[in-house]
Structure formats: structure tokens, C-alpha cells
């Protein structure tokens, strides 16, 4: 089975631009979790959907990060402005019902440097 | 609030066994589990335990006390593709039954 797919790979933008991330689940995986992940630490969780609904997003700084789930498949992630302290990983997860939130697949991610 | 420990970094030799410590203090405890990422990639699965014991997938296993509040993930036979960074998350009431709060991870390195 495909695993889950992340576009681009790298990005390089400078702060004050915008950005996006896009991710596509393993099939028939209902939820997609967002992380990002600052070098040398965990991943930290973003946003959750479940479908296309969002389960939690107390994580995310709202006032220039948001999300979406078009259809339930694949989702977006954008940042509007960037900000230094953006420059993370992020990562893109799902987990299918059946399994649970214990055991997530995750995408390659996207490296963003922000200068 | 969530607290997770583990130990930074741990070196073993090729060949050997390695233990690598989790523990946590969380409100509502749901269970541990481990992931493991080398450089430059994604992490991957390795265990979960939701209730008290071992727990063994070939060269990896697991082990969780939940009236320790602790944790471990053993590593046997280790190979050089095992130098990677290892993480241990928990799905507690605070993450949320549907997430998982990491660790800032062990970075393992092993030697010939």
C-alpha cells in the first residue's frame, strides 16, 4: 500500500511570506494529523481531523496557521505570515479506525527554512 | 500539565542490548508508545502498551508499568541501521484518546 505523501520536500521562503504544505493519507485512513517538529525535538501535534472535521487544533497558532480537509482525503497546511521560529519540520500522519491513534504512518515532510 | 523523560543520548556497541527508559507524569493514562526516526527521515512505529507487560516484535520489544508511571523500549542483537533517534508518546486524557504527546527523544548510536 502507498504510504503517506508529502509535497514539496523543502522550502525556503523569507518571513512575512506565505506558505503551503500539502499531504495525502494512506487510503481509507480517516484521520490526518498535522506535527511539526523543531530539530532536536518530538513532534509536536498541529491539528487532528477525522474526516473532514476538525477533532483538535488547541495547538495551532491560529492567527497565521490554518488547515483544511477538502473531502476528507488530502489536506493543506498553510502558514500566513512566517515567522523565524517557523523553521521546523512538518509532518503529515494517519491512522486508520481501526488501529487507533497509537500507531500513525507518517509522510517524509516538509523542511521549511524561513530567512 | 504533560512531562515525558528519557535519556538525550545512549551509544551501544553492535551486537549488544540496549534499554532505552521513559517516564511520564499525565493525567488519564491511556497507554506508551514508541517510534523510531533516523536522520532526515520520518518516524515510524515500533510498539504500543496499553497495560502492564512486555511487549515483543522480534528485535524490539516493550515494557510498560503504569503504576511506575514508566516505561522502556529493549533493543537486542543491535545492528548498525539501528542508530537512529527513538520516541516515547502517550495517548493520555490531556493529548487527547486520539493523540499522541512525544517525548524529545533518545538518539542512539551504535558502534562497531
Known amino acids: 500500500e502507498a504510504g503517506v505523501a508529502q509535497s514539496p520536500r523543502y522550502k525556503i521562503i523569507e518571513k512575512r511570506q506565505s506558505v503551503a504544505f500539502w499531504c495525502n493519507p494512506i487510503s481509507g485512513h480517516a484521520t490526518l494529523y498535522w506535527y511539526q517538529q523543531i530539530l532536536g525535538q518530538g513532534p509536536k501535534l498541529l491539528i487532528q481531523f477525522q474526516n473532514n472535521g476538525v477533532v483538535d487544533d488547541s495547538q495551532l497558532p491560529k492567527d497565521r496557521f490554518s488547515a483544511e480537509r477538502l473531502k476528507g482525503v488530502d489536506s493543506t497546511l498553510k502558514i500566513q505570515p512566517a515567522k523565524l521560529e517557523d523553521s521546523a519540520v512538518y509532518l503529515c500522519?494517519?491512522?486508520?479506525?481501526?488501529?487507533?491513534?497509537?500507531?500513525?504512518?507518517f509522510g517524509p515532510g516538509t523542511r521549511l527554512t524561513v530567512t | 500539565g504533560q512531562s515525558l523523560e528519557q535519556p538525550s543520548e545512549v551509544t551501544a556497541v553492535e551486537g549488544a542490548i540496549v534499554q532505552i527508559n521513559c517516564t511520564y507524569q499525565?493525567?488519564?493514562?491511556?497507554?506508551l508508545s514508541w517510534y523510531q526516526q533516523h536522520d532526515g527521515g520520518a518516524p515510524t512505529f515500533l510498539s504500543y502498551n496499553g497495560l502492564d507487560g512486555l511487549e515483543e516484535t522480534g528485535r524490539f520489544s516493550s515494557f510498560l508499568s503504569r503504576s511506575d508511571s514508566y516505561g522502556y523500549l529493549l533493543l537486542q542483537e543491535l545492528q548498525m541501521k539501528d542508530s537512529a533517534s527513538y520516541f516515547c508518546a502517550v495517548r493520555d486524557q490531556e493529548a487527547g484518546a486520539n493523540n499522541l504527546f512525544f517525548g524529545t527523544g533518545t538518539r542512539l548510536t551504535v558502534i562497531p
Open positions: 500522519a494517519s491512522s486508520s479506525r481501526l488501529a487507533g491513534s497509537y500507531e500513525q504512518y
Open positions: 499525565t493525567s488519564g493514562f491511556y497507554g
